[in-house]
């Protein structure tokens, strides 16, 4: 299953050409628009983007090239119920923007971890999360993003993978280490609008080759012909409740309470709690700039329905013996993974169905999802590692220092990707995207517990919170093995596990660890210690309009630099101003600006600032923003439940 260049024309080379040369303009034109020489300029865009970059960006942020080949198989062997993970997502949403957002304002936090940090005091949870996020974003995302991402390029180009996933991770950099989260963030505007155009292409295709009116009956008609062949076998055929999203809560792939319920814990964790989205939250200029990306956010989460979960069935449909291949022999002569070829559905369709001279726009689609992602994934990463486990190595680093450091470790995250590589072409695709996808369901949901609790009950504290922690921890990686070890065997195989393991589901254990861990927490906090009232305001939905009390390490950082600034004498300026002087200043946000700068400093230029308005005059605009995005947020929320309903 392969392609080379031999099915394009000059239309398609000039399109991909074009995608890398705007895809790369555009980072660099991003970098430009916030201050890249400060912490807050390279790690947050200068707190001053507005709601339709951020919303865009939170949204092709999570849009994945995981989800064109992962959302797609899916669909493909299993039919739409994987479309409850994003109307899910679409009420977590409203969680963020109305709960969780408020309270990251309050506390004037850069990262995640460092709310814990201002919440609970102490280091150990900062460290803790800080290390955990690291760990997940470079075995699960990463590693499922080059995965999927090597799939599909070798797939519809023939590209060889090491050239093809090196190539692109160097581009993905050029402009992330140099740029921050402004280059990200405006990059990511231009990476959506391929992502929709190409997603678009294929199911106006997809739709076309198979009309919605005959999709159902057609696709429970998509039985391999291996199958079809064989009077005893039981594997290959389509599920029955395949139309259905919400199915049996014992018997059926996705159960339903698990559906309902237990996908909303692993989107706590990462629509609420994970950098990559609130890094975004904390760059807008306000909270309501915050809210309305959400709502946009939310809005765009109806769209992977259509672009990739009716495609993947349309894909089964077109090609039942490739896609839905049912012997260990006929797969491994399709796609060369005994265990299923259904993750090549859609680069199935984007090689047969697409036509030459419109196959270098879906296939940019597909590297906007792949590049975009990545580029979030290092950026959160950076900031991560840079602000809360290097300052806690050298507490009296330079700002300069941290610059520095921030884009070291993006080049370190890129060479543990690539280090992935062996383990993709010895897995071909197979088991390790389906192990991915257990890791959030037994990793995450203590750390979802623990910051609900910590955003609406005052009495927990940094034990219960800790101890929570540490035991969910232990228990999730018990059912992880536990998982691994009782996999489900493919269907020509037969079932032969223990009565129990073929009714476990990961999404009813993940509801129950997050029970487990708040039940937990609650009872350590009650038998310890008190959290006194006043050190928490600011810090929980109940207490956001307090101010913080607390004085944090970035502030005690930001005092101290100031000073240590004041006292200095040669600066940055005196540095000869040599070519390689230049260029190494651009490229690690070494400026001389960045000399004796604040971290909260107001780094904005003069014709940006804003005008002095009348305090009337904003109270009424605030109550207008305010009214428009309630009313926006109960038109997104009603669209989840009709969407939820309809396909129930």
Same mark, same amino acid.
């Given at each position: 299953?392969?392609?080379?260049?031999?099915?394009?024309?000059?239309?398609?080379?000039?399109?991909?050409?074009?995608?890398?040369?705007?895809?790369?303009?555009?980072?660099?034109?991003?970098?430009?628009? $916030?201050?890249?020489?400060?912490?807050?300029?390279?790690?947050?865009?200068?707190?001053?983007?507005?709601?339709?970059?951020?919303?865009?960006?939170?949204?092709?942020?999570?849009?994945?090239?995981?989800?064109?080949?992962?959302?797609?198989?899916?669909?493909?062997?299993?039919?739409?119920?994987?479309?409850?993970?994003?109307?899910?997502?679409?009420? #977590?949403?409203?969680?963020?923007?109305?709960?969780?957002?408020?309270?990251?304002? $309050?506390?004037?936090?850069? @990262?995640?971890?460092?709310?814990?940090? +201002?919440?609970?005091?102490?280091?150990?949870?900062?460290?803790?999360?800080?290390?955990?996020?690291?760990?997940?974003?470079?075995?699960?995302?990463?590693?499922?993003?080059?995965?999927?991402?090597?799939?599909?390029?070798?797939?519809?180009?023939?590209?060889?993978?090491?050239?093809?996933? /090196?190539?692109?991770?160097? &581009?993905?950099?050029?402009?992330?280490?140099?740029?921050?989260?402004?280059?990200?963030?405006?990059?990511?505007?231009?990476?959506? #609008?391929? @992502?929709?155009?190409?997603?678009?292409?294929?199911?106006?295709? $997809?739709?076309?080759? *198979?009309?919605?009116?005959?999709?159902?009956?057609?696709?429970?008609?998509?039985?391999?012909?291996?199958?079809? !062949?064989? =009077?005893?076998?039981?594997?290959?055929?389509?599920? %029955?409740?395949?139309?259905?999203?919400?199915?049996?809560?014992?018997?059926?792939?996705?159960?339903?309470?698990?559906?309902?319920?237990? /996908?909303?814990?692993?989107? /706590?964790?990462?629509?609420?709690?994970?950098?990559?989205?609130?890094?975004?939250?904390?760059?807008?200029?306000?909270?309501?700039?915050?809210?309305?990306?959400?709502?946009?956010?939310?809005?765009? +989460?109806?769209?992977?329905?259509?672009?990739?979960?009716? =495609?993947?069935?349309?894909?089964?449909?077109?090609?039942?013996?490739?896609?839905?291949?049912?012997?260990?022999?006929?797969?491994?002569?399709?796609?060369?993974?005994?265990?299923?070829?259904?993750?090549?559905?859609?680069?199935?369709?984007?090689? %047969?169905?697409?036509?030459?001279?419109?196959?270098?726009?879906?296939?940019?689609?597909?590297?906007?999802?792949?590049?975009?992602?990545?580029?979030?994934?290092?950026?959160?990463?950076?900031?991560?590692? !840079?602000?809360?486990?290097?300052?806690?190595?050298?507490?009296?680093?330079?700002?300069?220092?941290?610059?520095? *450091?921030?884009?070291?470790?993006?080049?370190?995250?890129?060479?543990?990707?690539?280090?992935?590589?062996?383990?993709?072409?010895?897995?071909?695709?197979?088991?390790?995207?389906?192990?991915?996808?257990? #890791?959030?369901?037994?990793?995450?949901?203590?750390?979802?517990?623990?910051?609900?609790?910590?955003?609406?009950?005052?009495?927990?504290?940094?034990?219960?919170?800790?101890?929570?922690?540490?035991?969910?921890?232990?228990?999730?990686?018990?059912?992880?093995?536990?998982?691994?070890?009782?996999?489900?065997?493919?269907?020509?195989?037969?079932?032969?596990?223990?009565?129990?393991?073929?009714?476990?589901?990961?999404?009813?254990?993940?509801?129950? &660890?997050?029970?487990?861990?708040?039940?937990?927490?609650?009872? #350590?906090?009650?038998?310890?210690?008190?959290?006194?009232?006043?050190?928490?305001?600011?810090?929980?939905?109940?207490?956001?309009?307090?101010?913080?009390?607390?004085?944090?390490?970035?502030?005690?950082?930001?005092?101290?630099? %100031?000073?240590?600034?004041?006292? %200095?004498?040669?600066?940055?300026?005196?540095?000869?101003?040599?070519?390689?002087?230049?260029?190494?200043?651009?490229?690690?946000?070494?400026?001389?600006?960045?000399?004796?700068?604040?971290?909260?400093?107001? !780094?904005?230029?003069?014709?940006?600032?804003?005008?002095?308005?009348?305090?009337?005059?904003? +109270?009424?605009?605030?109550?207008?923003?305010?009214?428009?995005?309630?009313?926006?947020?109960?038109?997104?929320?009603?669209?989840?439940?009709?969407?939820?309903?309809?396909?129930?």
């Amino acid at each position: 299953m392969s392609s080379d260049f031999s099915v394009f024309n000059g239309v398609d080379i000039f399109v991909l050409v074009m995608y890398f040369m705007s895809i790369l303009l555009v980072g660099i034109w991003g970098s430009r628009q $916030s201050n890249r020489h400060t912490v807050k300029g390279y790690f947050l865009a200068g707190r001053d983007a507005s709601w339709f970059p951020v919303g865009i960006s939170i949204f092709v942020s999570n849009i994945s090239c995981g989800h064109h080949v992962g959302l797609a198989g899916l669909a493909a062997t299993g039919g739409i119920a994987v479309g409850s993970f994003e109307f899910n997502a679409m009420l #977590v949403l409203a969680l963020l923007g109305w709960m969780f957002a408020p309270v990251y304002f $309050s506390a004037q936090v850069y @990262t995640a971890p460092e709310y814990l940090r +201002k919440r609970f005091g102490g280091q150990r949870l900062r460290v803790y999360f800080a290390c955990f996020t690291l760990v997940i974003s470079v075995m699960t995302k990463i590693s499922v993003e080059i995965n999927a991402g090597a799939m599909f390029i070798q797939q519809t180009l023939g590209w060889n993978l090491y050239i093809s996933t /090196v190539a692109l991770l160097i &581009l993905t950099a050029l402009y992330t280490i140099t740029g921050g989260l402004s280059a990200v963030i405006y990059a990511d505007v231009l990476h959506c #609008v391929y @992502t929709l155009v190409g997603g678009f292409i294929l199911m106006a295709l $997809s739709m076309s080759a *198979v009309p919605w009116k005959e999709l159902p009956l057609r696709y429970a008609c998509a039985v391999p012909n291996a199958t079809m !062949t064989d =009077p005893n076998s039981t594997c290959g055929y389509p599920r %029955e409740d395949a139309m259905r999203m919400y199915r049996d809560p014992s018997t059926s792939d996705i159960p339903w309470p698990g559906a309902v319920f237990g /996908v909303i814990v692993s989107a /706590v964790w990462y629509w609420c709690t994970d950098q990559v989205i609130v890094q975004r939250i904390l760059a807008s200029r306000s909270l309501y700039h915050a809210q309305g990306a959400c709502v946009l956010a939310g809005f765009l +989460k109806t769209l992977p329905l259509f672009l990739f979960i009716f =495609p993947g069935m349309v894909s089964r449909v077109l090609f039942p013996d490739e896609v839905a291949c049912a012997t260990e022999e006929s797969c491994l002569q399709t796609c060369g993974n005994p265990t299923g070829c259904s993750n090549y559905a859609y680069s199935k369709l984007v090689e %047969e169905l697409v036509p030459t001279g419109m196959k270098g726009l879906v296939i940019a689609g597909v590297l906007s999802s792949l590049m975009s992602s990545l580029t979030s994934i290092f950026n959160s990463c950076s900031s991560v590692f !840079t602000l809360d486990i290097w300052r806690r190595i050298r507490p009296n680093v330079t700002e300069m220092e941290l610059m520095i *450091v921030g884009r070291l470790f993006v080049f370190m995250i890129i060479g543990m990707s690539l280090l992935w590589i062996p383990v993709i072409q010895v897995s071909q695709g197979g088991r390790l995207f389906d192990y991915i996808r257990f #890791v959030t369901s037994y990793l995450s949901p203590p750390v979802a517990a623990v910051f609900v609790l910590a955003m609406t009950w005052h009495g927990i504290n940094e034990k219960g919170a800790f101890i929570g922690l540490m035991v969910g921890l232990l228990v999730g990686m018990a059912g992880l093995i536990t998982e691994i070890v009782f996999m489900e065997p493919p269907c020509y195989q037969g079932d032969h596990r223990p009565e129990f393991f073929q009714i476990w589901h990961y999404l009813y254990f993940g509801l129950a &660890l997050f029970a487990f861990v708040i039940l937990v927490s609650v009872a #350590v906090s009650l038998c310890t210690d008190p959290v006194e009232r006043h050190m928490i305001d600011g810090l929980t939905w109940w207490t956001r309009h307090k101010s913080v009390k607390q004085i944090t390490s970035i502030s005690r950082y930001e005092s101290i630099r %100031e000073e240590q600034h004041a006292d %200095e004498g040669p600066t940055g300026h005196d540095r000869k101003a040599s070519v390689k002087n230049v260029l190494v200043d651009w490229c690690c946000g070494t400026h001389n600006s960045a000399v004796g700068t604040s971290i909260d400093r107001d !780094t904005t230029t003069p014709g940006k600032r804003e005008r002095p308005t009348d305090p009337a005059t904003d +109270k009424k605009v605030e109550q207008l923003q305010r009214r428009i995005l309630n009313i926006a947020l109960v038109i997104m929320t009603g669209c989840c439940i009709f969407f939820m309903t309809f396909f129930a």
